[in-house]
Every structure is written in structure tokens, then in C-alpha cells.
């Protein structure tokens, strides 16, 4: 079936350094894709989400782009904080009633 | 408001006990959502609703069971636990309608059966 999936498991960066999360998806008709961030022991929290028809959006600090070419998604932080430490999830929208699909996660550590 | 909040926090059961998780909002959301997450794992979508009254089988419904009799509220059924249900559940919900929208998330529950 279809499914998000992500390259890396774990990323440790230095602190201040910029931190680049990858996944690669395969359903091609979803419409948004969003990135959620999941502190230990709480629920994710939204990020940035993109839709499909832009390859590029901008947040605080963060920037996520999309190609859907290849169909691979990015997630990057500048200037990363010892607080960007997470699981960081990709997911893509699917259509009827907002659902979600998630990816299995990438652990981000930050060294000080 | 308080968002999204689950209750309980943590629960052990034993094989073959049923409980209900209780999910409530009070964002005024249509559209609320049940994931369960495995260890080391993404969300797996268990069941959502689009409004009261209507709710729908996502991924992962086997073994469980849902109502939405009022906006508020989405509990999660679960009739006969088993080991393989042991897991972090994550209640969500949503504006709702047209496109797409934020989801926003419970603080879980972590059930496990033994």
C-alpha cells in the first residue's frame, strides 16, 4: 500500500549547526504534507505543513521543502537548540475526513 | 481552553479486560481522530469521526470500538485486551471541512496489557 517512510533513523548536530530531516513518500495524490514534532512523552506538535502544488515554505527557523519529482520531503532547522531535540514525523494528508498517514519518525539530538 | 485531553494517563490490563479511553475537546473541532503508537514507531490511525454520529475504520481498527454522540467527546472501546494492543494511544481532532487543517494532539495514554 501506500506509505511515508523516512531515510534516517537518528541525527545528532551540534548546537547552532542547521539540521536536515528527510522522507520520501509514494502516494503522489496526497494534497498536503505536514511535519509534526513529538517531545518524549507528549504528542506531536505541527510544525510547518506544505501543500502540493509548492515546493518551498518558510516558518520560524524552519523551512520545508517538496519535490515531488522525486518524491521526497525535508524538513530543515537553522541555528538548531538544545530544545529542537524531538521525534521529529513526516505525515501526508489523505483526502475524506483530514486523515492523516505518518512515517516512522527521525530522533533528533542536539549536542551543546 | 484546555485543548485536547485524555484520560487515563497510564493503565495496565490484563489480557482479556476491556476499558474505555476517554477523549475530550473543547475547540468546538468536527473532525476527531484515535492513532495508537508502537514503540519506535509512526501513528497508525485506529478509527476517526467527521461529526457526531458518524464514525469510520482508519488502518488499524481490529479490536477496538468507537461512538461520537456528541461533539466533545470520541472514547475508544476496548472489549478484550490483548498483548498486542499494548501501545501509547493519541486522541486528536480538527476543524474540519473542506481542505485540509491541523490536527491537534492529546497527551496520550500508555496502555499496557500483561
Known amino acids: 500500500g501506500e506509505s511515508v517512510g523516512l531515510h534516517l533513523p537518528t541525527l545528532s548536530v551540534q548546537e547552532g549547526d542547521n539540521s536536515i530531516i528527510n522522507c520520501a513518500y509514494s502516494n503522489s495524490a496526497s494534497d498536503y504534507f505536514i511535519w509534526y514534532k513529538q517531545e518524549s512523552g507528549k504528542g506531536p506538535q505541527f510544525i510547518i505543513d506544505?501543500?502540493?502544488?509548492?515546493d518551498k515554505r518558510q516558518g520560524q527557523r524552519v523551512t520545508v521543502l517538496l519535490n515531488k519529482t522525486v518524491k521526497h520531503l525535508s524538513l530543515q532547522i537553522a541555528a538548531t537548540q538544545p530544545g529542537d531535540s524531538a521525534v521529529y514525523f513526516c505525515?501526508?494528508?489523505?483526502?475524506?475526513?483530514?486523515?492523516?498517514?505518518f512515517g516512522a519518525g527521525t530522533i533528533l539530538r542536539v549536542k551543546s | 481552553n484546555a485543548g485536547v485531553t485524555q484520560t487515563p494517563k497510564f493503565r495496565i490490563l490484563k489480557i482479556g479486560q476491556s476499558m474505555t479511553l476517554q477523549c475530550t475537546q473543547d475547540?468546538?473541532?468536527?473532525?476527531m481522530y484515535w492513532y495508537r503508537q508502537d514503540p519506535g514507531m509512526g501513528l497508525k490511525l485506529i478509527y476517526y469521526s467527521v461529526g457526531a454520529g458518524i464514525t469510520d475504520k482508519g488502518e488499524v481498527p481490529n479490536g477496538y470500538n468507537v461512538s461520537r454522540s456528541t461533539t466533545e467527546d470520541f472514547p475508544l472501546r476496548l472489549e478484550l485486551a490483548a498483548p498486542s494492543q499494548t501501545s501509547v494511544y493519541f486522541c486528536?481532532?480538527?476543524?474540519?471541512?473542506?481542505?485540509?487543517?491541523?490536527?491537534?494532539f492529546g497527551p496520550g495514554t500508555r496502555l499496557t496489557v500483561l
Open positions: 475547540m468546538n473541532h468536527n473532525y
Open positions: 505525515a501526508e494528508n489523505m483526502e475524506y475526513g483530514n486523515k492523516l498517514v
Open positions: 486528536a481532532s480538527s476543524p474540519g471541512g473542506g481542505n485540509y487543517n491541523e490536527q491537534f
Open positions: 506544505i501543500r502540493s502544488n509548492m
